[in-house]
């Protein structure tokens, strides 16, 4: 079998690399770091929850709750009612809860984020290092968990409607 000239193999092989490049190139972008599509929609979102882990490390409970609806609900997983937690006792809850803490850390990482609409869902791990104030004194606690975070766009901002 005789090769193909060198002209054609070339114009292969150039033909390979751009096809290459273009099913690279030009695949969907991502969020640095993760398999999250980069838009619009999930760039706001990311925002948001970097507000409200900043917020939350500041123990600042009305910057927390700018960033949560009015209709937030969230039933705690629980069939119980008597902890699910609205906008109504959250905002009751959220100033004495933050007060009881000390020397807040959250770091938290998305692992995910669905947007459909104006409704979203976003997935992520998050650690919180801090002290919480006893009868007996301050004691340090850990939390790690994966925590699922429901929002909404409400004129234009991503708005926390569970999972605080």
Known sequence: ??????PFRLACA???ACAVLFATGCGPRRLPG??????????????SIETYRQAMERRDAGAVLALVAP????GSGTPDPADDLDRVRLEQQLPQDLARME????DMKVRDIQVEADHARAEFTFDAYYRVTTPSGPIARRDTDVHQMTLRRVGGRWLITSGL
């Open 34 to 47: 993760t398999e999250i599509p980069d838009n619009d929609d999930t760039r706001a979102i990311l925002q």
């Open 14 to 16: 150039a033909a390979l």
């Open 103 to 106: 020397g807040l850390r959250l």
């Open 71 to 74: 209709e937030y609900f969230d």
């Open 1 to 6: 079998m005789t090769r193909p000239p060198a």
